[in-house]
Nanobody, 116 residues
Framework: QVQLVESGGGLVQPGGSLKLSCAASGFTFRNYVMRWYRQAPGKERELVALITSDGVSTNYADSVKGRFTISRDNAKNTVYLQMNSLKPEDTAVYYC?????????WGQGTQVTVSS
């Protein structure tokens, strides 16, 4: 059974940091490009960051460049999103996604709230 389980969300003050994790099971994780998306209330889901299957290449939305870092550990079947210098506009539900050809899997999401 395919599972993507996000964790690490919560409430943080502006300027603070959080590290999200997404634990994968039920598929060959090392073959998949992994992405983090987010969706704020009333807005469309947007791509935040991606990392290639081998972890060599990454890409980020302009809004998070220099503040967020995506990484993965293929031995642990886990992808991470380190979020620094958080802003209120980063408030959203964050989802991880695994994609490989026609295969496309999603986690249930984890809430990140940035507020004083």
């Amino acid at each position: 059974q395919v599972q993507l389980v996000e964790s690490g969300g919560g409430l943080v003050q502006p300027g603070g940091s959080l590290k999200l994790s997404c634990a994968a099971s039920g598929f060959t994780f090392r073959n998949y490009v992994m992405r983090w998306y987010r969706q704020a209330p009333g807005k469309e889901r947007e791509l935040v960051a991606l990392i290639t299957s081998d972890g060599v290449s990454t890409n980020y939305a302009d809004s998070v460049k220099g503040r967020f870092t995506i990484s993965r550990d293929n031995a642990k079947n886990t992808v991470y999103l380190q979020m620094n210098s958080l802003k209120p506009e980063d408030t959203a539900v964050y989802y991880c996604n695994a994609a490989f050809f026609q295969y496309d899997y999603w986690g249930q999401g984890t809430q990140v709230t940035v507020s004083s």
